[in-house]
């Protein structure tokens, strides 16, 4: 059994990988590891490190925070669309947040920089 267990770790890394239509060898390439690490990810015998955890992240479009159980939705990807639909859609979410009376949030500033 691994180190560190996270519960669900392992069902949402084989879900993800079969969704986007990876096999454990693509993934394996693609995050610099052999495939029965993978396989040892998807079954819960090992645990990826945090490096690892945020190349899948980027790979399957997902926060680290649903990865690991802390969130409960992925991230919707606007590179999908044209820019005309990504300004629709943009244009939809300050309407619905403006109907709610949600501010923008400014950008974040490192307090050190």
Known sequence: MADTVIYGLS???KQLRIKHG??????????NVDRQSVSRYETGNLTPKIETLI???IIYNVSLDYLV???KESFLSLHEFTDEQ??????MIEG?????GISPQPPYQDKNA
């Open 11 to 13: 069902d949402k890394l």
């Open 22 to 31: 990876f096999t454990q060898h693509e993934i394996a390439k693609r995050v």
């Open 55 to 57: 190349q899948l992240a």
């Open 69 to 71: 159980g802390i969130g």
């Open 86 to 91: 990504q300004n629709f859609i943009l244009h």
């Open 96 to 100: 619905i947040k403006a109907n709610f």
